[in-house]
């Protein structure tokens, strides 16, 4: 079932401790169109079926990856997109964004995410996988 946009937002608001749903709304389009780029078939129109509307045609639109990012490439990449960003800011907004996106998408779905993914982003999506 979709997920409301307010909701969504509100979440990664609370996550992300953003003073502002524009702050959270600006962080959820950049991180999810950078994703959107790294997940292929299936796995990428489930999550964009429970997401809400706006923010699913982001990540079935996504910006184009010539390679999959590792997880600190993924993160300069969001920092570049979002004016005024470092690294470490960059790092909160996409743990914010994607600790949201696992939670919507369930554990079956956020581990099919992953495996589509270099490793290292469990961290950032909140399931740190066990060695």
């Known amino acids: 079932m979709r997920t409301d946009w307010d909701a969504f937002l509100s979440a990664v608001q609370e996550r992300g401790e953003y003073p502002t749903q524009a702050e959270a709304e600006r962080a959820s389009r950049v991180v999810l169109a950078l994703l959107g780029a790294h997940l292929l078939g299936e796995v990428r129109r489930e999550l964009a079926a429970l997401l809400p509307e706006t ?15 590792p997880p600190e490439r993924f993160i300069r990449a969001t920092a ?11 790092t909160w907004d996409v743990s914010a964004v994607l600790s949201v996106v696992a939670d919507t998408a369930g ?25």
């Open 80 to 90: 570049a997109w979002i004016e005024g960003a470092t690294e470490k800011t960059a």
């Open 55 to 69: 923010l699913a045609g982001i990540l079935l639109n996504p910006l184009q990856a010539h390679e999959p990012l």
């Open 107 to 131: 554990e079956d779905l956020t581990q099919r995410i992953l495996l589509q993914l270099p490793p290292g982003y469990d961290l950032l999506f909140g399931h740190p996988q066990s060695i």
